[in-house]
């Protein structure tokens, strides 16, 4: 099934929109107590992707950027380590089909199932398969290496790897000599940290008058 694409809410603006809305949703700056991330490293700067990608209004918008980024690569599922990258998989894969490019979306556990199978992916993805591994937030790329492990422990082919945001602090660089795979974001905390900017403009220090002269 296909749909017309005339009828859809995505227009020319669809990626600046994503971005207002992760902006919005996700982007904490807070240069004074600053905030503590998974990596154990200090940032004046939080990105929670979550609120955005399990978000109503951006669900179709990363989708669809998802689908306009990975729509000529000849791969057959998208996923990654579970949590972070399930939404980003899910709606990637839904529109990806609707719009004709057939993508299983699977999961990769933190640890390996207690029972049954033992093991680490769960989907409707089979030994073989050209995979993308998806982040939301790519730091250092430790748990990016990891998912690009046990894929391939699994038998997956992983051709590239698409973030939605690029912290951009060594993890595109760590993914590309440790994992051998290409590395793409969508957007990069520089981005972020400009709209900041533009909507957080500093204010003009007040001048103080001058003494009268007597």
Same mark, same amino acid.
């Given at each position: ?12 603006? @669809?990626?600046?929109? +994503?971005?207002?809305?992760? @902006?919005?949703?996700? &982007? ?6 600053? &905030?503590?991330? /998974? !990596? ?5 700067? @939080? ?7 399990? !978000?109503?209004? $951006?669900?179709? =918008? %990363?989708? &669809? /950027? ?16 579970? =949590? ?6 899910? $709606?990637?894969?839904? #529109? ?6 057939? =993508?299983?979306?699977?999961? %990769? ?7 049954? /199978? ?29 998912? #690009?492990? *046990? $894929? ?6 992983? *051709?590239? #790897?698409?973030?939605?945001?690029? *912290? ?6 760590? %993914?590309?000599?440790?994992?051998? #795979?290409?590395?793409? $974001? ?5 981005? +972020? ?5 533009? @909507? ?7 001048? =103080?008058?001058?003494?009268?002269? &007597?």
């Amino acid at each position: 099934m296909t749909i017309d694409m005339e009828h859809q809410v995505m227009d020319q603006d @669809y990626k600046k929109e +994503l971005l207002d809305i992760l @902006y919005a949703r996700s &982007f904490k700056y807070d240069p004074d107590q600053g &905030f503590t991330l /998974t !990596s154990g490293k200090k940032s004046d700067v @939080y990105i929670d992707v979550k609120k955005t990608a399990m !978000s109503a209004e $951006a669900m179709e =918008l %990363i989708g &669809f /950027t998802y689908f306009r980024e990975l729509k000529l690569e000849p791969i057959d599922a998208i996923g990654g380590i579970t =949590l972070g990258a399930d939404p980003i998989a899910y $709606a990637a894969a839904l #529109v990806s089909t609707m719009n004709g490019k057939y =993508l299983d979306a699977f999961v %990769i556990r933190k640890e390996p199932k207690k029972h049954g /199978t033992m093991q680490w992916i769960e989907g409707n993805v089979k030994e073989g398969a050209w995979v993308c591994i998806v982040e939301d937030v790519v730091t250092t790329g430790d748990s990016t290496i990891k998912a #690009v492990e *046990r $894929a391939r422990e699994a038998g997956l082919q992983v *051709r590239r #790897v698409l973030a939605l945001v690029d *912290r951009e602090e060594g993890g595109a660089e760590n %993914i590309k000599e440790k994992a051998r #795979v290409r590395f793409d $974001a969508i957007f990069t905390k520089t981005e +972020l940290m400009e709209l900041h900017k533009k @909507y957080n403009p500093k204010k003009e220090e007040k001048k =103080l008058p001058e003494k009268p002269v &007597f």
